[in-house]
Nanobody
Framework: EVQLVESGGGLVQPGGSLRLSCVAS????????MSWVRQTPGKGLEWVST????????TYADSVKGRFTASRDNAKNTLYLQLNSLKTEDAAMYYC?????????????????????RGQGTQVTVSS
């Protein structure tokens, strides 16, 4: 059973930083491209970043480029997202998913057993 567990969210002031983590299990993490997506109330999933299986290729949405950095530790089955220079518009629930960018905004929660899914999310709040 695929499990993805995010953590690291919280309340931060504009301009602040957070580091999100996603611990994966139930599939060969080191062989999978991984993505981060986010969602605000009333809106659909928004793609944020994708990192390839080896961790040496990353892509980012224009809205976060230069401020967010995705990385991974395959030995620990863990995906990371470093969020710097946070803006109020970055506030959202952040999810990791074991999918490419193209599938990331349609992937379902891992609560429905599936080979590809997203975790339960971690909330990021940006407010002064």
């Amino acid at each position: 059973e695929v499990q993805l567990v995010e953590s690291g969210g919280g309340l931060v002031q504009p301009g602040g930083s957070l580091r999100l983590s996603c611990v994966a299990s139930g599939f060969p993490f080191s062989k999978y491209t991984m993505s981060w997506v986010r969602q605000t109330p009333g809106k659909g999933l928004e793609w944020v970043s994708t990192i390839n299986s080896g961790g040496d290729t990353t892509t980012y949405a224009d809205s976060v480029k230069g401020r967010f950095t995705a990385s991974r530790d395959n030995a620990k089955n863990t995906l990371y997202l470093q969020l710097n220079s946070l803006k109020t518009e970055d506030a959202a629930m952040y999810y990791c998913a074991n999918v490419y960018r193209g599938s990331s905004t349609a992937v379902e929660s891992c609560t429905v057993p599936s080979t590809y899914c997203r975790g339960q999310g971690t909330q990021v709040t940006v407010s002064s």
